[in-house]
């Protein structure tokens, strides 16, 4: 018998999420040098943890913890005090998970689910009926109530949340295989021929990361894990093939659960390469993007700090503030430039006779006057000289600076410390060469 909305709030109350935030990301190479990739800045005012945390707070669940481990400190501060919104007296908390050494011979993290197993004593003593294990580092908007009901009204003991991709293009993911009624018969890995959804032989189930377990099934199937000396710990790789021999794994469709709003697709994005996070940020200056931050009715919450209006200087033939097709959050100062189609984040300035195309600057960066800046990624809290040129020259950014294949240029402070490097001896060359003095 399906389950009634009171019951429904009663399980989401009885429910523990455990986001998994540790991610290295390495992918997105100096990026993620200092801090991992849920804090990696996303959209002008966001980082990426912030996704997962705000679909947990729209969707009703409020007893969350996230495992940290990689460079933690920013994602800790950022969600220390950003995220103090809840009512603990209501026992509603986020709390952080670092990993930590918490017996002889305890290690790091060495996959998804020893970043569960090594919290047993936690979640038991939370006492869930279900828990629900999140990604912390993709950009998307669900309802994980719908998720649960699905869970509980198919007395599955595991529901994983699938995406539905283009057989095409499965291999890239763990591939799902369903009968009729959405209990999964097979989980493959990166298979070189997907299996096909019932009646769609061109779509193909991809897991999306996200799972929500009988509580007493995870904690009995995670103990026996971490004494099986030949796993390698890992929910796709190890736990769900094991609930799949006992039938009790549920596929669940994104497409039940996706908040749908900009358009009628059913948006997922893993930003987890330059070309993949700078392509979903400038898709957002899009009129109608597919991700619509302005939507009222699913918020995506995030740390709010005071701070000041946007503001564009000057408005003469010389140097004129301006910006279109673009987003430009606050403190923002746009001194005598132009800005198109870029993203602009949180406290960045931008100097006269500059011209910013089809860029993605992080929070804090300093474009200094008379720069090109196209196709790029500006870190944060970069300092950009004057009269340099990003994205115009191949060759040349590639002396310096990260450029992907599909030529994107990331600029970072430490790769900015080499092109300052090489400027100054150029300077320094040209000031020792010879005077030669011509006879009138």
Partial sequence: ???????????????LVIILAGGRGTRLGGLTKYESKPAVPFGGEFRLIDFPLSNCINSGFRRIALASQYQAQTLMHHVNNGW???????????EMLPAEQKHKGSQWYCGTADAIAQNIRYIKSHRPKYVMILSGDHIYKQDFSIMLRDHIDSDATCTVSCLEVP??????????????????????EKPENPPTIPGNSEMTFASQGNYIFDAD????????????????????????????????LLAHSFSKSCVY???????????????????????LTDVIPDFNFYDDNWNIFSKQEFSLPAKFVFDDNRRRGQAMDSLISSKVIISGALVKKSVISHGVGIHSGSVVEKSVILPNAVIQ????????????????????????????????????????????????????????????????????????
């Fill in 84 to 94: 103090n919104l809840l009512n603990k007296s209501l026992n509603e908390f986020i």
């Fill in 217 to 248: 099934t995870l904690l009995e199937i995670l103990e026996a894990d971490t004494l099986n000396e030949e796993s390698s710990h890992d929910f796709g790789h190890d736990i769900l093939p094991l609930l799949v021999q006992e039938n009790s």
């Fill in 1 to 15: 018998m399906p389950i009634n909305n009171e019951n429904l709030n009663s399980a989401i109350r009885d429910t």
């Fill in 369 to 440: 006057p008379n720069c090109t800046i196209i196709n790029a990624v500006i870190g944060e809290d970069c300092v950009i000289p004057e009269n340099t040129d990003i994205g115009v020259d191949n060759a040349e950014d590639k002396r310096f600076f990260e450029v992907t294949d599909e030529g994107i240029v990331l600029v970072t402070q430490s790769t900015l410390k080499k092109y300052r490097t090489a400027i100054a001896k150029k300077k320094e060359l040209e000031l020792k060469e010879p005077v030669v003095l011509h006879a009138v």
């Fill in 167 to 188: 057989k095409a293009d499965a291999s890239a993911f763990g591939c799902i295989d369903v009968d009729d009624t959405d209990m999964v018969i097979n989980f493959i």
């Fill in 261 to 283: 709003s900009g358009s009628q697709v059913a948006y997922w994005k893993d930003v987890g390469t330059i070309d993949a996070y700078w392509k979903a940020n400038i898709a």
